[in-house]
């Protein structure tokens, strides 16, 4: 995962009781948190052991370490706010730009959420997306709602009739 361009959080809005959750609940914006935490503590783990072999470098004054240890301090920090690392990217120099961003960081890397709903939601939304919405304008991330048994049933269609099912569902 640490080689992806981006992360993408594909999450259910829907509600169907054939289909259990492993909470027992439907709730998107707390099972996107529960991956964002998790991505956030794999980045501390790292980053705080790749610190703390670069303070000693830093400390015998080779420069790239001087340089980097900075910008992985306040990484650092941030990460034991409980916040990602992609929170510092929009007020931060080009070249220190570059240098988070060689850090690899999950944590780091552009969000996308998809919100999976059901058929009847898919031109609208729901209440879920509208909060999936509401927490991915407070990061910065995008949102795109979808319903994926639509998709699977357009996949299956030849181009011009996967048109015609589209519109005649209002999409």
Known sequence: IREVDAIVHVLRCFEDDDITHVEGRIDPVA????????LMLADLESL????????KRATGKEKEAMTVLP???QALALLQEGKPVRMMLA????????????L???TSKPVLYVCNVAEADAAEGNAHTEA??????AQGA????????IEAEVA?????????????MGL
Request: proline share 0%; aromatic share 2%.
């Open 132 to 137: 999936v919405a509401a927490m991915a304008e």
């Open 91 to 102: 007020g931060i120099a080009a070249e220190d730009l570059k240098l988070l961003l060689g």
């Open 156 to 168: 299956q269609l030849a181009d011009e009739e996967a048109k015609e099912y589209l519109e005649a």
């Open 48 to 55: 705080e052991r790749r610190t703390a072999q670069m303070r």
């Open 142 to 149: 995008g949102v795109v709602v979808i319903s994926a048994a």
């Open 31 to 38: 099972d996107a948190e529960t991956v964002e935490t998790e």
């Open 71 to 73: 910008i992985m301090e």
């Open 104 to 106: 690899n960081l999950l």
